[in-house]
């Protein structure tokens, strides 16, 4: 059984950094995609990044060239490096893994969110970015 804890979340300055890690385990065989996604209230939720067990990665428009996924299989856990924050990256984030393609943020948020039990995914870390 799938098993996702994230940690790392923060307040920080409009261009700060913060690194989420997220501990996972049962996600081990091939095809798996990592992915993270954020919710704010009263807005939509959005994926943010995703990487597949090639190490392949995949980012939204939003925080492309700003936020780094990883992942460290000795470790069995998922990174989101992220750089010149702003306000509007305040949000709850989560950390999340399925076996679909294509291996997208996307992906994550309409079937995995949609679809899978809830276990698919952590519970969560909030970053708040203050301006």
């Known amino acids: 059984q799938v098993r996702l804890v994230e940690s790392g979340g923060g307040s920080v300055y409009a261009g700060g950094s913060l690194k989420l890690s997220c501990a996972v385990s049962?996600?081990?065989?091939?095809?798996?995609?990592l992915s993270w996604f954020r919710q704010t209230p009263g807005k939509e939720r959005e994926g943010v990044a995703s990487?597949?067990?090639?190490?392949?990665?995949t980012y939204a428009d939003s925080v492309k060239g700003r936020f780094t996924v990883s992942q460290d299989n000795a470790k069995n856990t998922l990174y989101l490096q992220m750089n010149n924050l702003t306000a509007e990256d305040t949000a709850m984030y989560y950390c999340?893994?399925?076996?679909?393609?294509?291996?997208?943020?996307?992906?994550?948020?309409?079937?995995?969110?949609?679809?899978?039990?809830?276990?698919?995914w952590g519970q969560g870390t909030q970053v708040t970015v203050s301006s």
């Open positions: 049962g996600h081990n065989s091939p095809g798996y995609c």
């Open positions: 999340a893994v399925d076996w679909l393609a294509p291996c997208t943020p996307l992906s994550i948020v309409k079937m995995t969110i949609e679809h899978r039990p809830r276990n698919y």
């Open positions: 990487i597949d067990g090639h190490g392949t990665t």
